[in-house]
């Protein structure tokens, strides 16, 4: 139980296009979605909080208008990269946490590689 | 803010010798602490945790114990095969924050050879 699915899991993509990646909760709920960004080498950085039914958190530095979050459902949050540039290529995993548990619990989908030629 | 520094890799070693990955912390009040593991190719998956001092979370023969007075969680296991080659990650939450998401430590990357 608890998985996490993320679609596509590589994408390339010319720059200045638009790409979107989807995150999904396969058996459980979630009013709480994570999106993570992971360089080469690198920690995990969080982007942003979503949440269901209202606007996702921005964490500093990260811009809004540019990583567009939409958390439509309890089971499906999208990260769409608008007008991509090649710095945006990079590793984007998305966790969940289920609805009822305690804080601690959170899964993590298996990242979707992002390539921006 | 809220950090977590782990030693640097990679790490390389032979099958069935011990391992120890530091984790050091800093953090405000009594956060929680998490150890997560990326195998190749897949997404992290929790490893184990513990939740308040001198708890001692393990599984699949790791163990880390949450170390309040040197800030440390510090991941350890007896007897390392080839299959334990992946990337793992300390990671700490803040308690009193409940649903915000995780801080990640670099990640350290260990190889075994057979």
């Known amino acids: 139980g608890a998985v996490v699915s993320q679609h596509p899991s590589w994408v390339i993509c010319k720059s200045g296009t638009s790409v979107k990646i989807e995150c999904r909760s396969l058996?459980?709920?979630?009013?709480?979605m994570f999106w993570y960004r992971q360089f080469p080498k690198q920690s995990l950085m969080l982007m942003a909080t979503?949440?269901?039914?209202?606007?996702?958190?921005?964490e500093q530095g990260v811009e809004k208008d540019k990583f567009l979050i939409n958390h439509a459902s309890l089971t499906l949050s999208t990260l769409t990269v608008t007008s991509a540039h090649p710095e945006d290529s990079s590793f984007y995993i998305c966790?969940?946490?289920?609805?009822?548990?305690?804080?601690?619990?959170?899964?993590f989908g298996p990242g979707t590689r992002l390539t921006v030629l | 803010g809220d950090s977590v520094t782990q030693m640097e890799g990679p790490v390389t070693l032979s099958e069935e010798a011990f391992l120890t990955i530091n984790c050091t912390y800093t953090?405000?009040?009594?956060?929680?602490l998490f150890w997560y593991v990326q195998y190749p190719g897949e997404g992290l998956q929790l490893l184990l945790k513990?939740?308040?001092?001198?708890d001692k979370g393990s599984n699949k023969g790791f163990e880390a114990t949450y170390r309040k007075e040197t800030t440390s969680f510090h991941l350890e296991k007896g007897s390392v095969q080839v299959s334990d080659s992946a990337v793992y990650f300390c990671a700490l939450r803040s308690t009193n924050q409940a649903g915000t998401a995780l801080i990640f430590g670099k990640g350290t990357t260990l190889s075994v050879s057979s």
């Open positions: 513990a939740t308040k001092a001198d």
């Open positions: 953090a405000t009040g009594y956060p929680s």
């Open positions: 979503s949440n269901e039914g209202s606007k996702a958190t921005y």
């Open positions: 058996d459980f709920q979630a009013t709480t």
């Open positions: 966790s969940a946490k289920p609805i009822g548990t305690i804080p601690n619990e959170q899964f």
